[in-house]
């Protein structure tokens, strides 16, 4: 290589402390997950649309990194189940995500797990979302401040479990 040009320099990430400080713990994360001289262009493709929507949108922190944790499980294979229920296979009355089983769960087999949350119709379907859309469309949605709770919620337990460490975000400042 004899030269190179930025593309992108992420401006606003410089003089908003809230957007730094997000971009900081994403990319904490970025680092323990990625090793030297391994193919990660999915990650990288995954950190730069997170960078920029950190940075250039004015979307909620909080559902912005929701996101990103969720995508980032599936590209390392962490993918939740999310096609009904994990147990019993029934597409009706998802009312939890099990942390142990990895996906949803109907009421009647989610009372048995210890290891569940509820979540609403609306947060399943961020989920789904979240797990199948094509890279370039993946914060192109907005959601209810409940829904964004829950997905943090899960989004943070999973991820936390998924690579055995604890990610804060209060850490940072």
Request: hydrophobic content about 40%; glycine content about 2%; aromatic content about 10%.
């Amino acid at each position: 290589m004899n030269s190179c040009e930025t593309i992108e320099i992420f401006y606003n990430l410089r003089i908003d402390l809230d957007k730094l400080k997000y971009a900081s713990h994403i990319t904490k994360i970025i680092y323990d997950v990625t090793n030297e001289n391994e193919n990660s262009y999915k990650i990288l493709q995954l950190f730069l649309n997170t960078l920029y929507t950190i940075s250039e949108t004015d979307k909620d922190m909080n559902l912005v990194t929701s996101i990103f944790k969720l995508r980032l499980m599936c590209i390392l294979g962490f993918a939740p189940s999310i096609n009904g229920c994990k147990n019993c296979k029934t597409n009706e009355d998802i009312l939890y995500f099990s942390f142990k089983d990895s996906g949803f769960k109907c009421g009647i087999c989610g009372k048995q797990d210890k290891s569940v949350i509820q979540i609403t119709k609306a947060t399943m379907d961020a989920i789904k979302y979240i797990v199948l859309a094509p890279p370039k469309k993946i914060f192109s949605f907005n959601v209810q401040e409940n829904v964004i709770k829950e997905l943090e919620i899960i989004s943070k337990i999973y991820l936390n479990q998924k690579l055995e460490k604890e990610y804060k975000l209060e850490d940072l400042f």
